[in-house]
């Protein structure tokens, strides 16, 4: 099945440094991957709407400046940070779904724990 | 607006049987999703609905009912390692995927 790999797992970072995180798809291509948030005990947010070789589409309320997202090849997008504070720690995960596959190929990456101190 | 209802907590016991509900109000439909996640992990697939009935996979089984906006999803011969939260999920015309806030399983030996 499809397979999205996800890094890192976890990252500590200090308020006011960037942090990137990768979401890449192992054996399809996606030109379309999104990437969630979700804090304790809440639903998954979708923050944007990643688009190969184009802008990415970001929810309402989402700062495109301080989640700066890249989609360069059909295999690899990018969540970056940007000064991080501790209001952003959170659980952040991307999906992209293998139209190859139907439905069951809406695939999630294994998210990445951010922990801003 | 869209909106996703789901309990935040049901608690079974191993081996019961135990239906978790879900009703949505969203832009459109195309599928209804129930995804398995466990603390700390991503969600996995479980099951997806788009015509109204029932889909049974091994012990997991989902309702649909379009006309009512409603699902279930149904869980059989409960096991320790079912306990997890379980998310339904809409995809909208947009086909963006709608959130419920999920409901934590909690199994009692």
């Known amino acids: 099945g499809a397979v999205v790999s996800q890094h890192p797992s976890w990252v500590i970072c200090k308020s006011g440094t960037s942090v990137k995180i990768e979401c890449r798809s192992l054996d399809f291509q996606a030109t379309t991957m999104f990437w969630y948030r979700q804090f304790p005990k809440q639903s998954l947010m979708l923050m944007a709407t990643?688009?190969?070789?184009?802008?990415?589409?970001?929810e309402q309320g989402v700062e495109k400046d301080k989640f700066l997202i890249n989609h360069a090849s059909l295999t690899l997008s990018t969540l970056t940070v940007t000064s991080a504070h501790p209001e952003d720690s959170s659980f952040y995960i991307c999906?992209?779904?293998?139209?190859?596959?139907?439905?069951?190929?809406?695939?999630f990456g294994s998210g990445t724990r951010l922990t801003v101190v | 607006g869209q909106n996703i209802d789901q309990p935040t907590e049901m608690t079974a016991t191993e081996g019961a049987i135990v239906q978790i509900n879900c009703t949505y109000q969203?832009?459109?439909?195309?599928?209804l999703f129930w995804y398995q996640q466990h603390a700390g992990e991503a969600p996995t697939f479980l099951s997806y609905?788009?015509l109204d009935g029932l889909e049974e996979k091994g012990r997991f089984s989902s309702f649909l009912s379009r006309s009512k906006g409603y699902s279930y999803l149904l869980l059989k011969e409960l096991q320790m390692k079912d306990s997890a939260s379980y998310l339904c999920a809409v995809m909208d015309s947009n086909y963006q995927l709608i959130w419920g806030a999920g409901t934590k399983l909690i199994i009692k030996p």
């Open positions: 969203t832009s459109g439909f195309n599928g």
């Open positions: 990643s688009n190969e070789g184009s802008k990415a589409t970001y």
């Open positions: 999906s992209a779904r293998d139209e190859g596959q139907g439905v069951d190929g809406y695939t």
């Open positions: 609905n788009v």
